[in-house]
Nanobody, 125 residues
Framework: VQLQASGGGWVQTGGSLRLSCTAS????????LGWFRQAPGKEREFVSA????????YYADSVKGRFTISRDNDKKTVYLQMNSLKPEDTAVYYC???????????????????WGQGTQVTVSS
């Protein structure tokens, strides 16, 4: 699938943003979806993932309780609701997709096949 991320921007500490990632193709519902981020000078890191079942969600410890991942298969879109943002959340955020079986949700970037172009999130202190 091809992925298009959007929703990034500038926000003050404590603010919220919602990222969206819309896919093309007819097999979206058979894909697990993930969000990763890369801050300047750092390696890309896992943020969150959601499996084919919406009950299968995973979060990095650094965002647990603040970020929520969800998906809408009819709209072929995955969302990342980000609340209580901190300056350390500043990064380029990437969405990713992988065709998976129902019981597997990848959480490492090497497991994902398709990537969006990234959207910048900047949190000011």
């Amino acid at each position: 699938v091809q992925l298009q991320a959007s929703g990034g921007g500038w926000v003050q500490t404590g603010g919220s943003l919602r990222l969206s990632c819309t896919a093309s193709g007819r097999t979206f519902s058979r894909h697990s979806l993930g969000w990763f981020r890369q801050a300047p000078g750092k390696e890309r890191e896992f943020v969150s993932a959601i499996g084919r079942s919406t009950s299968s969600t995973y979060y990095a410890d650094s965002v647990k309780g603040r970020f929520t991942i969800s998906r809408d298969n009819d709209k072929k879109t995955v969302y990342l609701q980000m609340n209580s943002l901190k300056p350390e959340d500043t990064a380029v955020y990437y969405c990713a997709a992988k065709h998976t079986i129902m019981t597997f949700t990848p959480i490492t970037e090497h497991d994902y096949d398709d990537w969006g172009q990234g959207t910048q999130v900047t949190v000011s202190s």
